[in-house]
């Protein structure tokens, strides 16, 4: 018998909180446990309850999310990838998975609608000439409206932007393109999931994972530190970077396939008094400039993202940016959300932020940037980057059809995630879809990719 199961039979375990409120038993039986209320988990617990699966979710946080790679109040959302026509996928089909959810709630009586999660802008993006056929055909072949510059005298003429030499910038203009509210979406999904009849508790801290025959058995505390167990049928994990951890006995390997890692954004706004002092065309600029991806220097450590976080009662728009590839180990999960940016970081943002600005026409100096706000989270991240959304490799070798694993979501998360909850939802009940979009997700996200990689960590055990 293992330490974790002589734990688990040596005290007295109950359910606390809203499980205890509802009168449930201390060993309650689910059809379906989520673990994870962030996009993810949250995405995936509805379509379940959508197809009338009973669901329970268990979230660590409470109702203020106040970590997790889903916490903000904006995302870059765009139709077009370069040469990844996965993406776009993943992007187009989350909006119409979005469009069910808002008109169910509205079937509901909930007043809300597509724009409560999705802020329909111009996304630009920067990058070196060299890339701008590609960029041409990929939009073009996924349907994207779009305007490219590629000579700084294009873009002058087009933009009012200042091209540098050998950069082009392009600019799409499809509807739901522009930034999307992950927060407000857990919000309308967490609603959802209650109206058709799933239970979601908050402060639930799973500690551990055990197969019991043919159920699974699952450990949890709640904020007080009160313990809970329940057992499932089936489980859905979207734990994020504790997905290594959580899994240590079903699926040790996830552990060496799933690496988290610290990533920083920066809160930036022009000073009041700077702000003021921009005449109309410069703040129409400045609007135009957000969101933009940027990968012009061709170097991963001078590309970065950045949007518009909110705007003050001034209309003054507060820029977040942060980089894709501006990494760190972690010391400890718990401790890594409060971790201050160092000033290096804090100079990469305003130098970066600056230099964007006065390209677009913004007459601003470094020292007009002022930084408001700071924040370390935490991407987790597969070799390929690409995410897995799979049923387990049980220790056989085989499918555990039972549990699926969402993971690795590092910075194409919030995009696909409801494409992902539907992924997940139909391999946790042995559906499928014709559409060759899907099909090709599912290839490049599921089980034979996830046993391939199990495979080669069998092959060569010191990666």
Known sequence: MTAFSVVLTSIFVFFSGQLQAMGTTAEKHYAVVVIGGGLMGSA??????????????????????????SKGLTRIARSNNLGRDLWS??????????????????NQGYDTSMSAVYQTTPVNYMRPLKAA???????ERQKVDYKLAQTPEEGMEMFGVQLPEGVFLHREFN???GTLNPEALISLLHRAIKLKGGTIVYNASVSGIQRQGNHYLIASKDSQGSEMRLTASQIVSAAGPHTGPLLTELAPYMDKLITPKRVFLAFMQISPEKYHQLDDHARSQLKRAYPVINSYADTRQG?????FEYSDADDNPVIKIGGHFQRSDINSLEDVWHQ???EEEIRWSIENTGRYLRMNGVPVNDEDLQLVDEVSCVYSLTSTEVPIVSQLVAPSGEMDSNFVVMAGMSGVGAKGAMTYGRIAA?????KSESDPGYLEAVKAVGFTRLKEDVDQLQVSPEK
């Open 44 to 69: 995936a617990a509805w379509q379940l309850a959508r197809d009338g699966k009973e669901v329970i979710l268990l979230e660590k946080q409470d109702r203020e999310y106040s970590q997790g790679s």
């Open 89 to 106: 996928y993943l992007h187009n089909r989350s909006v119409q998975e979005t469009a069910t959810l808002v008109a169910y709630l509205g």
């Open 133 to 139: 056929d590609a960029i041409v055909t990929s939009s």
């Open 175 to 177: 509807e739901h393109s």
């Open 303 to 307: 590309s970065f993202y950045s949007m």
């Open 340 to 342: 201050e940016l160092s």
């Open 426 to 430: 139909n391999l946790l009940q042995g």
